[in-house]
């Protein structure tokens, strides 16, 4: 099975993990933002250690690629474009929706729940989000979007959605429903690694040289008028 390093900076919460097929390691996280760049490579030694393992033993890099924090993605993709340099191994980029997406699915387990909403808070009423099934098919591609009352309302008349993660408190002032669910769901990089080794196992491997973080830059700029 795959060694994979996979690196999570993109939002609040910063973690890294070595997994080896879809199974943690070793892991760290860091809950302070500001910190995300000092954390990431005293964090990786850490884990490595604890593992047994050198950088030069892992089969992929892996890493949430956004969208997010801007710094925040910026460290992640520089640390492990910089690894895949070093050692000539491939790169993995999953976006942080679809990540957040498997954490969801692992938590609810059997509650009847049919598609999944992650949430990035922006700004304002603006978030960044998508929409999974629970094959983690992606029905609505990652986007921006500004959260208005009848916000995903085509999907609500014959599905159960959940709404999770930073953005969808500002969606629960808008909404209710009987088939509107909220949950506070928390994600790291283990639901990255079973992503990773799935994406590895079918060489779907990012451009070292052209890959770039999710940055939704367009987005940012918007104002709502």
């Not at 604890?50 to 956004?66: H, I, K, R, Y």
């Not at 993709?77 to 990540?99: D, H, Q, R, W």
């Not at 999944?116 to 989000?129: K, Q, S, Y």
């Amino acid at each position: 099975m795959a060694l994979i390093l996979n690196i999570d900076t993109a939002t609040e919460i910063a973690s890294v993990c070595v997994s080896q097929g879809s199974n943690s390691l070793a892991f760290r996280e860091n809950q302070h933002q500001r910190e995300h760049a000092s954390f990431v490579h005293a964090a990786i030694a850490g884990i490595l250690s604890e593992a047994g393992l050198t950088l030069q033993e892992m089969d992929a890099f892996a890493v949430t690629s956004g969208p997010g924090s801007y710094t925040g993605l910026r460290v992640g993709m520089a640390t492990a474009k910089g690894f895949c340099y070093a050692f000539s191994k491939p790169l993995i980029a999953v976006n942080t929706l679809e990540v957040m997406a498997k954490a969801a699915l692992e938590a609810i387990e059997t509650e009847e729940i049919d598609l999944l909403c992650p949430m990035i808070d922006a700004r304002r009423m603006e978030v960044f989000t998508a929409l999974y099934d629970r094959d983690l098919k992606n029905l609505l591609p990652p986007q921006p979007c500004i959260l208005e009352e009848k916000s995903f309302d085509s999907y609500l008349v014959k599905s159960k959605l959940m709404f999770f993660g930073s953005g969808s408190s500002k969606f629960k002032t808008l909404k209710t429903g009987e088939n509107i669910v909220f949950k506070n769901i928390e994600y790291n990089a283990k639901n990255l690694a079973g992503l990773a080794n799935k994406a590895f196992q079918q060489k779907k491997f990012a451009d070292i040289s052209y890959s770039q973080p999710e940055y939704f830059k367009d987005f940012q700029s918007t104002v709502k008028r």
